[in-house]
């Protein structure tokens, strides 16, 4: 990640932890899929770029196993905890305190370089994209994954009632203070052109839109409540509805417990737009 003042949502606060384990839920699967896509990542070199949580990296550390190598960065590396250090079924991973706008990487010629959710908070993120694409060697891959919340700008795309338009408000919210500190809310979509420009071939995309599960609640909350305080110094909500905001989210206990069924937030994500590009042998 870029400096901490140019991030929204601070990964030293205890509600990162939450929104790490949501987005484990919401989006691992969906992305070890298209990392193993061309097959197996048995022996390969790997480097997680601003991983946040442990679960990717855990995940990828099983995958290459013994004979491959996992170099997980973040700015912060709090939650990089617990992870392998190396066995018969798994590789080392190695943590290392690392900014991505700022330093060089961390080595090179690495057989896949993948970022989730990083670029699309970093004013630099071309530069940045640049810059991963050529610690891949000649034949590796780069995969870059970005949401995309302006081509699906709602918390809840069916606005059937009030607590519906609340969420779609307190997410505008969200959306503006995002904007505010440099993040480019249409910056899914153009992955497919940078990692072209970057000079990789065999480049395509597809979108992940989860529509709602209780993982997207989970985050939903996380988040809201993780920003509570600047989207009251904003004027973009109110404490009551912030308060009645998470008491909709909330299922058992602690919601209405003679709601209905149907009643139930349907919360969906932005758009994560997952891109891939092959860079070139000669």
């Not at 990828?60 to 905890?81: E, I, Y």
């Not at 979509?189 to 979108?207: D, I, Q």
Request: with cysteine; hydrophobic share 40%.
């Amino acid at each position: 990640m870029a400096a901490d003042n140019a991030y929204l949502l601070d990964n030293r606060q205890r509600e990162a932890g939450r929104r790490f384990e949501a987005f484990a839920e919401l989006f691992d699967p969906w992305t070890l899929g298209h990392l193993e896509r061309p097959g197996p990542l048995t022996g390969l070199r790997c480097w997680e770029v601003g991983a946040g949580g442990p679960s990717l990296p855990a995940a990828l550390a099983a995958r290459v196993g013994p004979t491959g190598q996992v170099l997980v960065t973040d700015l912060d590396t709090t939650w990089l905890t617990g992870l392998p250090d190396g066995g018969p079924d798994s590789a080392p991973v190695r943590v290392l305190r690392h900014d991505v706008v700022r330093e060089e990487p961390p080595g090179g010629d690495f057989d896949l370089v993948h970022a989730r959710l990083v670029l699309v908070h970093l004013p630099e993120r071309a530069q940045v994209l640049r810059t991963l694409a050529a610690a891949v060697r000649p034949g590796g891959r780069l995969v870059i994954e970005d949401a995309d919340p302006a081509l699906q700008p709602l918390a809840c795309p069916d606005e059937r009632g009030p607590a519906q338009e609340l969420a779609n408000r307190i997410r505008r919210g969200f959306r503006a203070l995002l904007a505010e500190r440099g993040a480019d809310l249409a910056f899914g979509r153009t992955l497919p052109a940078l990692l072209r420009a970057a000079g990789l071939r065999e480049v395509a995309a597809e979108a992940y839109f989860p529509v709602t599960s209780p993982a997207c609640r989970e985050l939903e909350a996380a988040t809201v409540r993780q920003l509570r305080e600047q989207l009251i110094a904003a004027g973009l909500a109110t404490p009551a509805e912030i308060e009645q905001h998470l008491a909709n989210l909330r299922e058992e206990p602690g919601g209405d417990p003679d709601r209905e069924p149907e009643q139930e937030l349907d919360v969906t994500t932005a758009p994560l737009i997952t891109c891939w590009g092959r860079r070139p042998l000669r």
